[in-house]
Each structure stands twice: as C-alpha cells, then as structure tokens.
C-alpha cells in the first residue's frame, strides 16, 4: 500500500522558488533516503509532510487521504531532528513518557511502553536520569525512543545523527535500520551525506536546487546516474568527468575505481600525480591531465609519489556519456 503520495508539490518563500514539482511515493514499510546538498530543500519538504509548513501547491496524500489541510498533531507523524530536544527538567522516563501522558494514556499502558521502548533502544538503566547525564550517542536515543513511542503511521527524521561522531554515527546507522526492521515502520530519513543515503535507503530520492533529480535504489543511482550532478554527487569521490576529448559537446564520465594505473586498456592518457591519500585498505590518487582534474582509487599504492608521471587506463566498458549543456545522460 502507498503510504505517503507526494504530487506536485511546489514550494516559494516570498519570490524564491525553494521546491519545484516534487513527486515521491513511498510505500508502507518503506525506508527511504532524501540526500542533496545543504539548501537544497529537504528540511522544507520534510516541514510540509509533517505540516509545519504550508505548501504553495501540490498535495500531500497519508494513507489515500489527502491532509494538505490537517493540523500537524492530526497527521499522526513523528519528527525526529538533529537536534534532539528533550526536556532538561524531566527525567529520561518523563521524556520518553510524555507523548503519551499527552494523549491521555492510561498510566498502566505508558509504564509499559516506557519499559519496552527503553529495552529495545539500551537505555533501560538511565530512565531515572535527567538528559545532561548522559552522552550524545545516550540522547539520540531518548529522543528516537521518544518519537516511536507512540507508533506513529510515518517517521520523518531530519539529519537525526550528524551530530554525533564517526564511529557513534556508523553505530546509530545499523541500530536504526534494525529498529526499522523490528518495527516494520514508513521513514523518510534526510541527510546531506552521500555514504548514509547509499548504505541505509532502499530507495534514494536526490535532491538538487529544489528538484528531485533521481529516486532509485542505492545500485539504479551509482550505476545509473540520470545526470552529471547524481554522478558527481554519489561516490566518495564522485565520478570523474573529462570534457572535449571526443566529442566537443560530450562529457565523459568515469568512476574512481574504474582507471587503471599503468595498464594496458582500450584508452591510455599520460597523468602527473598531485597528491596520494591513503583510505586503510585503499589509495586515492588525485592526478591531473591538460589541466583536468581526476581521481583513481586503487588497491596498491604502486611505489608511486607525487608528481610522477603515470599512464592511465580506461575501462571502456565502465564509461557513460552526458551533454555538456544539460548535464543529462546520453543514452548509448
Ligand atoms: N522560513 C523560510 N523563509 C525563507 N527561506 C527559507 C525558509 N526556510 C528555508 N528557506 C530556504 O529554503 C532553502 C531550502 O532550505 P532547507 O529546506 O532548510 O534545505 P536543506 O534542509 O536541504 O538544507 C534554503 O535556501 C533556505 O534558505
Ligand atoms: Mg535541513
């Protein structure tokens, strides 16, 4: 079943254009990743869904029920933002408890889910804590517990983890996919980094300026890019673009793994090296051709230095193609 239908939705503040023709279905149990730069919209899309925010046009369907006009507690959708506020004042279990006493819930039933919830997320032994006790990996958690523990149809949840550190983020990523699993809930999850769209969505919108530029599944969007800016946007680099070899009004794409270092393939081009990063089990070489940049990722560091000069491959088969005007693909 669709759970939330997007239809041409449209968003200005005064003159601006911030959203422009947003289309997005999301399916019941679905977990999906709005990625794109920051300023591109997400947020404002995500304040529209919950009803923060007024559309200028469009329609927002819950459910095949159209709630343009429903107030945001009506919606039945739950929040979660980067920056968890949770009440200072209250003991963890008040905070967890407090959507609930909200609703009038009998006390017996939100003994319960406090408890359940808390199980489920490891915070079990700090309920009697008050927020500035515990640490921001701790918090994240009372503040995802507090947004799912009313069950809500949909979690809209909002760069919930850039503000924890690497390791905790990797961390909080797996527990929130397990938590997804566990609950068989609908979440639209917005970030600006490119790695969580690709390992935590099953379906990835991009976003850009306002416009979805390509919804597809993590392998549609890295393999398929429909256009220069999801080809450059996706990838740790991005592809690679080499502009007027061939074709002047072609550009040729290539991902960083896909040139080979003093090899012999379909093309070669000679390359000077600018800098050598080390990624633990991989290198990135970061090299330069009339005056182009480009990066190769390799396995083996090769003994090579700083401005050597290299030969570089191209896996012919690994190439697409993009007009230079429009940025779009050309279909081979
Ligand atoms: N209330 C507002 N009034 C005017 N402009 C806004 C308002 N909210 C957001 N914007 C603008 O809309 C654009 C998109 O913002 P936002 O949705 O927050 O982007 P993102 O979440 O992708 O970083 C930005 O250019 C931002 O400055
Ligand atoms: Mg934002």
Redesign the pocket.
Known sequence: MTKLQIKNLT?N??D?K??EDINLNIEEGEFVVLV????????????IIAGL?IPTSGEIFLNNKLINDFKPKDRDIAMVFQNYALYPHMSIFDNLAFPLKMRNIDKKTINQSVNDISSMLGIKHYLAKKPKELSGGERQRVALGRAIIRKPQLFLM??PLSNLDAKLRTQMRAELLKLHKTLSSTVIY?T?DQIEALTMGNKIAI?NH?EIQQIGTPGDIYNNPVNTFVAGFIGNPGMNFFKGLADKKAILGIRPEHLLINQEKDITFTASIDLIEMLGNEFLIYAKTCDQSFAVKTNDRLNLKRNDQIKVAIDLSKVLFFDESTGKRIPL
């Open positions: 968003k503040f005064d601006t911030i959203l794109g730069p920051s300023g591109s919209g997400k947020s404002t899309i995500l304040r925010e909002d760069e917005v600006h976003l306002g």
